[in-house]
């Protein structure tokens, strides 16, 4: 039962540099969400796609990019690293009905130099 | 104000003792709401849904207050395994239904 998955685990990049992050479900879910979580901050809605094909931004989108590849796949890119972005990254999928909870992935642990 | 707040404690309580969070939220209109259970590093799990009536599972008593705009979360029995952060969530209506997390209160059960 993989429910959801992200790769990488772990990234170490340096300022500047690109990167994509990847979240897969497979629970036939409508809706996937990117966090971020930084100490003391608790998450942080960056994107969210309520459905395939569609994508909007959360709480703190600056910086990131998001494509909903098909209904199992929703991506998140940083086009240039700051460390700022330096934080444990959470990819979560629900189905669309507010009484329905999210499923987390086991995050991505991303450092910028 | 934050649309949901916590307590972010940490609650030390001695194993065997019983403990509860609140969790206040702003929006009346809020529909839906869950306790999740985070351990250092790890990914948020849900722990239960709230229900208008209350709910039990087992150790774990949750509370809806639409009246004061709070959920609470009973743990009788405290273990040594329930020390974690418990994250409230509230869902509301909008075109989308998009969650709302508090910062999350911490719990350490000790011997």
């Known amino acids: 039962n993989a429910g959801v998955t992200q790769t990488p685990k772990f990234q170490v990049l340096k300022t500047g540099q690109s990167m994509t992050l990847q979240c897969a479900q497979d629970?036939?879910?409508?809706?996937m969400y990117w966090y971020r979580q930084d100490p003391g901050m608790g998450l942080r809605l960056i994107y969210y796609?309520?459905?395939?094909?569609?994508?909007d931004k959360g709480e703190v989108p600056n910086g990131y990019n998001v494509s909903r590849l098909n209904k199992r796949e929703f991506s998140l890119r940083l086009e240039s690293a700051a460390p700022s972005q330096t934080s444990v990254y959470f990819c979560?999928?629900?189905?669309?009905?507010?009484?329905?909870?999210?499923?987390f992935g086991d995050g991505t642990r991303l450092s910028i130099l | 104000r934050k649309e949901v707040e916590q307590d972010p404690g940490p609650f030390n309580v001695p194993e065997g003792a019983t403990v509860a969070f609140n969790c206040t939220y702003s929006?009346?209109?809020?529909?839906?709401f869950f306790w999740y259970r985070q351990d250092c590093r790890k990914e948020p799990k849900l722990l239960m849904s709230?229900?208008?009536s209350g709910n039990e599972d087992g150790r774990f008593t949750a509370q809806l207050n639409r009246a004061s705009q709070y959920i609470s979360l009973l743990i009788r029995d405290s273990k040594l395994s329930d020390s974690a952060t418990y994250l409230c969530?509230?869902?509301?209506?909008?075109?989308?239904?998009?969650?709302?997390f508090g910062r999350g209160t911490s719990l350490i059960v000790h011997p």
């Open positions: 979560a999928s629900s189905e669309q009905h507010s009484n329905q909870p999210q499923h």
């Open positions: 629970m036939n879910h409508n809706s």
């Open positions: 796609s309520a459905s395939e094909g569609t994508t």
């Open positions: 929006n009346s209109a809020s529909q839906s």
């Open positions: 709230v229900y208008s």
């Open positions: 969530v509230v869902t509301t209506p909008g075109g989308s239904y998009i969650p709302t």
